[in-house]
């Protein structure tokens, strides 16, 4: 365990206060990884001594169903648009070594890493590219150049501290970045569906029967996951229900398509089975790359900095989900150092010819999800309705009310999840196993993308922004933060948030595909720079905050920055030379409410200018709740 005196607020690794050339980042090479294993390295027994718990078990079971499912999905993806260089053992060596080094040497090993549909679109994309320019045969050593040069463009981002920069991703950027990954997602699912229908020749009975069983896969899962949030049946069989919806669903529809009769002669295509620790091509695992012409390989380098910008944004934002405000952590992170292993693991499956594995924006708060210890508690409250009709007001006598809270207690901080699902991947490369996986029908494949990409939708703050603007008045809760707000501001400002997204998902479907990481990385300074200056420092406060606010997380990336809102508010009011002003919608009274604070991005003086301005907004009965749309 860590020493009892750990301060994470006050850490030593802070770049605040400094001038001259210590001020730099770059120039003092290798200070955020050695503060990143200094700070973990007190927890590492304890992440393996509370790994045997049945929260850690039930945790597995889920999470490794929730990333070998969709790493099967964007493999068989990949098969087809790269005319089968990429196969099922590719993706499951990719997955195990990512899960196997993120296990023992990571800072934060709750963060699962492993194939993306951004990884699948950029190596399909690059295989377009290497098609056109007639280099198809060179294609493996090609890409195996992208992921050299992306692995030393990591290996300097990680020495030079630039994972810092993440310590300035908000809601607005996070939120837009997983509406993008949840929609890809879905349209991948509708893409692996199509082909049901012409693959193999045409079959319509097995296209149409497929849609059944992706749509039932997906109305069984979501619907057992959400089952632990009820009050049907005891508590144990809502989480037992809960914890293993994947493996229940998975299994089931498996037996179901094997159903003799009409069922079984419609001929679903299934996962193609490959040799036990073979290459999908006959080839070695390792990749002739030394013999890649040089012109290729300076070509290679601008493809490996896209990459880098891609998994620089994907990874480090997986893993400030996997800790974010919502889940009770106390262990400490480390952004550089996991970043610098995220190089190594793009070297090696460069020159090996694997998918390289990265963070997973939807799975990894879902892994950590699955390792919290959620309790059910009892509120009962009292109620009086009111009655009105056209000559009076009549008060119904008091009414009691029991109602469910659910809270998250506690978190399984620990290694043992990602290690045993190393083993599990390496085990599923065996022959017999290889032999379960083709009994799965390929169309359970896309009920998972339905799945994983939906999941995540309803709870953006652009969903639930949009909701409440289309909300009657009158119902409206009133101590929403919002109701302070225009809504036609409230529109606006996810407008911005919908640019990002529109950009993002077009440039996908085109060949330009492989510049999309700059569109997502630049959503960054969009919200930094140009935001501030077209909307009021309250409107920014209410709309949006930190993706991570814990100083436990917070150390790793230098601190707690200053929001630019509050920056730009303070900087006005002292050149008016007045006390108030402007003033911000969050107080230490709405820490109380249960909103997020956001007093520890202000000094003294914004504070207590905010305490005047809520004590305001209590006598006027504008009360905030957690209902903000980023909760």
């Known amino acids: 365990m860590a020493p009892p005196t750990t301060d994470f607020k006050n850490d030593p ?6 001038t001259g050339w210590k001020s730099y980042r770059a120039l003092r090479p290798f ?60 993706a499951l060596f990719s997955s195990a070594l990512a899960a196997l080094v993120f296990s023992t040497l990571s800072c934060q090993p709750l963060t699962i890493v492993g194939i993306t549909g951004l990884i699948s679109l950029f190596n399909y994309t690059v295989y377009d590219i290497a098609v056109a320019q007639g280099i198809r045969e060179l294609y493996p050593q090609l890409i195996a150049w992208v992921s050299i040069w992306a692995a030393i463009t990591h290996w300097l981002t990680s020495i030079c501290n630039w ?4 310590r300035y991703i908000t809601d607005f950027s996070s939120n837009a970045f997983g509406m993008y990954v949840s929609i890809i997602y879905m349209i991948k699912g509708v893409e692996e569906l199509v082909a049901q229908f012409s693959e193999g020749g045409p079959n319509l009975a097995g296209g149409y029967l497929s849609v059944v069983i992706a749509l039932c896969y997906w109305f069984t899962v979501y619907y057992l996951e959400v089952m632990g949030a009820t009050i049907y049946f005891r508590p144990w069989t809502r989480k037992i229900l809960s914890d293993f919806a994947y493996p229940i669903a998975t299994i089931f529809w498996t037996g179901f398509s094997h159903i003799p009769g009409r069922i079984k002669a419609a ?43 891609l998994f620089y944004y994907d990874h480090n934002v997986s893993s400030l989900t996997a800790q974010a405000k919502n889940f009770p952590l106390r262990k400490p992170a480390g952004f550089h150092w996991d970043f610098f292993l995220l190089g190594c693991t793009c070297f090696v499956g460069g020159i ?72 599990a991947f390496v085990g599923f490369m065996t022959g017999p196993l290889l032999v379960v996986l083709h009994t799965m029908p390929r169309a359970l494949l896309a009920g998972v993308f339905f799945v994983v990409g939906w999941g995540g939708i309803p709870g953006f703050n652009m969903t639930q922004n949009l909701l409440y603007c289309m909300r009657e008045n009158k119902f409206v809760d009133p101590g929403d933060p919002r109701n302070t707000l225009k809504k036609w501001r409230i529109c606006y400002y996810v407008f911005w948030q919908a640019l990002g997204v529109v950009i993002s998902v077009a440039i996908s479907q085109t060949i330009a595909a492989i510049g999309f990481p700059v569109i997502i990385v630049a959503l960054i300074p969009l919200r930094w720079v140009v935001l501030p200056r077209i909307f009021t420092e309250h409107e920014l406060l209410v709309l949006d905050a930190p993706t991570a606010d814990a100083d436990v997380v917070l150390a790793s990336m230098g601190g707690r920055p200053t929001l630019p809102e509050v920056r ?11 006390e108030g002003g402007e003033g911000s919608g969050a107080s230490s009274e709405a820490r109380a409410e249960g ?30 709740t957690l209902r903000t749309g980023h909760a």
């Not at 994972?163 to 993440?166: L, Q, V």
Request: with cysteine.
């Open 595 to 624: 909103m997020r604070s956001r007093d520890g991005f202000k000094d003294e003086e914004e504070k207590e200018v905010e305490r005047e301005r809520a004590e305001e907004r209590v006598r006027q009965g504008i009360l905030p």
């Open 31 to 90: 200070r955020g990884m050695y503060w990143d294993v200094r700070r973990r390295a007190p927890w590492y027994w304890s992440d393996i001594s509370e790994g045997f718990t049945y929260r850690v078990f039930a945790g597995t079971v889920r999470i490794f169903f929730v990333n070998i499912l969709p790493a099967l999905a964007f493999q068989l993806d990949m098969t087809r648009r790269t005319d089968g260089y990429f196969g099922i053992n590719e």
């Open 163 to 166: 994972c810092d920069y993440m």
């Open 267 to 309: 001929e679903l295509l299934r996962v193609p089975h490959t040799p036990a620790f073979h290459p999908t091509v006959d080839r070695s695992w390792l990749v002739d790359f030394w013999n890649l012409p040089v012109k290729w390989i300076f070509v290679a380098l601008p493809m490996g900095i896209l990459l880098t910008l």
């Open 13 to 18: 690794y802070s770049w605040d206060g400094l």
């Open 352 to 423: 090996v010819g694997i998918p390289l594995p990265n963070g997973l924006v939807p799975q990894a708060p879902v892994h950590t999800d699955s390792l919290t210890d959620y309790h059910d508690r009892l509120v009962k409250s009292k109620e009086q309705d009111t009655k009105t009709d056209e000559d009076h007001t009549v008060e119904d006598e008091w009414v009691l009310h029991n109602k469910k809270l659910v809270d998250a207690t506690y978190v399984a901080e620990q290694r043992v999840s990602h290690f045993v699902m190393a083993l």
């Open 568 to 578: 730009m508010a303070e900087e006005r009011r002292r050149q008016r030379g007045e």
